[in-house]
């Protein structure tokens, strides 16, 4: 059956310091891979999409920026994070079919 | 563009009482319609989904039905428990890359 990992579960960073967020899918291959963001409150924005190894698609200018080094992984990342960069990150995958995608547990992430 | 609109929450209902969270979207062609759930602290799941017009989609005693003369995807329990309690995110599928149009979010909660 499929996974998806995400790690870290929790983190708080000051504002300014990188930040790298990571996502693996296991029990499957050449998946379609997300991320998203849930501020406070708030609905789910789309971050970034990627349909391959290398493709990235951004969905909203801002200062994060996304990799997908393997066909599995899929890393949010961010040279200077700002107090709005806060919230909860999810990562997804879908393969195929109808585009029902499956989520991961999600970062919370505080910048102070 | 495609948009998907849901009612506004929270919604507060006693145990046992009867649920229905209004969906409503606007869209080219023929998406796929999704409803997940996120409890507090999660990510999202998958709740139920319908691929075409008249398909309804069930789990855990959760209920929608696809209706494309009314452009509409309303959630429905007859009996709603206290672990019901969540938010309910109404979507749509069958776009470019896999995306999904995620509604705002309905926040029910169920009081004994």
């Known amino acids: 059956s499929q996974t998806i990992h995400q790690w870290p579960a929790t983190l708080v960073q000051p504002v300014g310091s990188p930040l790298s967020l990571e996502c693996t899918v296991e029990g499957t291959s050449n998946p379609n891979l997300y991320w998203y963001r849930q501020a406070a409150g708030r609905g789910l924005q789309l971050l970034f999409y990627?349909?391959?190894?290398?493709?990235i698609s951004s969905e909203v200018p801002q200062n994060l920026s996304a990799s997908r080094p393997q066909d599995r992984q899929f890393i949010l990342s961010s040279k200077k994070l700002l107090l709005s960069d806060s919230g909860f990150y999810l990562c997804a995958w879908s393969v195929g079919g109808p585009n029902e995608q499956f989520f991961g547990p999600g970062t919370r992430l505080t910048v102070l | 563009g495609d948009s998907v609109t849901q009612m506004e929450g929270p919604v507060t209902l006693s145990e046992e009482a009867f649920l229905t969270i209004n969906c409503t979207y606007t869209a080219t062609g023929y998406p796929s319609l999704f409803w997940y759930v996120q409890y507090p602290g999660e990510g999202l799941q998958l709740l139920l989904k319908a691929t075409k017009a008249d398909d309804k989609g069930s789990n855990k005693g959760f209920e929608a039905t696809y209706r494309k003369e009314t452009t509409s995807f309303h959630l429905e329990k007859g009996s709603v428990q206290v672990s019901d309690s969540a938010v309910y995110f109404c979507?749509?599928?069958?776009?470019?890359?896999?995306?999904?149009?995620f509604g705002q979010g309905t926040e029910l909660s169920v009081k004994p």
């Open positions: 979507a749509l599928g069958g776009r470019q890359g896999g995306k999904l149009i």
């Open positions: 990627s349909v391959g190894i290398g493709q």
